[in-house]
């Protein structure tokens, strides 16, 4: 069984780096296929992709916040880690891991519940 | 940046069959897919590369996708598919992962 968790702070202050980790179990990092994506959503409005690691450690991130963003895994601790800088108000929201599948594209198959991160001072 | 447009809501009654459209420039090349977001929960994957069904999704749910355009049908839709849809897709270049404004689909 595929399962993803995310955990991390519930609330930083502005300015802070914001440190979240995916916690993975039912399938290997490494895996040729296999990756992982970070999504976030403010409260009451839409999915927004943020980053993704695939399973040869390729980075890709959302050019908007490609300056703040790091993503890495550690296979041995079937983690995933997304570090935001500079934190403002406007992060706020439920981040969400997920298992990314590599096909003709990358998708989302499997989420995790999600974590609620409150940015204020 | 790239943007997905879907219309804000959709309003059918139960047993009907609603549409939930998606548009997008880059569709005609790459493929669309469809996640279902209830009250609370996280997003569950409903159609992927267009119009295939994940394993444990209702064969109400279909999709498929004509030029700029993709939509979601739920033929005969029940009290229960009530929830926000987005769909999900990639720029021409492949590597900027977009999801649309999402739909919020009331059945009653």
């Known amino acids: 069984q595929v399962t993803l968790r995310e955990s991390g702070p519930a609330l930083v202050k502005p300015t802070q780096t914001l440190t979240l980790t995916c916690t993975v179990s039912g399938f290997s990092l490494n895996a040729s296929g296999m990756s992982v994506s970070w999504i976030r959503q403010p409260p009451g409005k839409a999915l927004e992709w943020l980053a993704l690691?695939?399973?040869?450690?390729?980075?890709f991130y959302i050019t908007s916040l490609k300056t703040r963003l790091a993503i890495s895994k550690d296979t041995s601790k079937n983690h995933v880690v997304l570090r935001m800088t500079n934190t403002d108000p406007a992060d706020t929201g439920t981040y969400y891991c997920?298992?990314?599948?590599?096909?003709?594209?990358?998708?989302?198959?499997?989420w995790g519940k999600g974590t609620t991160v409150t940015v204020s001072s | 940046s790239y943007e997905l447009t879907q219309p804000p809501s959709v309003s059918v009654s139960p047993g009907q069959t609603a549409r939930l459209t998606c548009s997008g420039d880059?569709?005609?090349?790459?493929?669309a897919y469809w996640y279902q977001q209830k009250s609370g929960q996280a997003p569950v994957l409903v159609i992927y590369e267009d119009s295939k069904r994940p394993s444990g999704i209702p064969e109400r749910f279909s999709g498929s996708s004509s030029e700029t355009m993709a939509t979601l049908t739920i033929s005969g839709a029940q009290v229960e598919d009530e929830a926000d849809y987005y769909c999900?897709?990639?720029?021409?270049?492949?590597?900027?992962?977009?999801f649309g404004g999402g739909t919020k689909l009331t059945v009653l």
């Open positions: 880059a569709l005609p090349k790459k493929y």
């Open positions: 690691i695939d399973w040869d450690d390729d980075e």
């Open positions: 999900y897709s990639t720029d021409s270049s492949g590597n900027q992962w977009v």
């Open positions: 997920a298992r990314t599948l590599e096909r003709s594209d990358y998708y989302m198959d499997v």
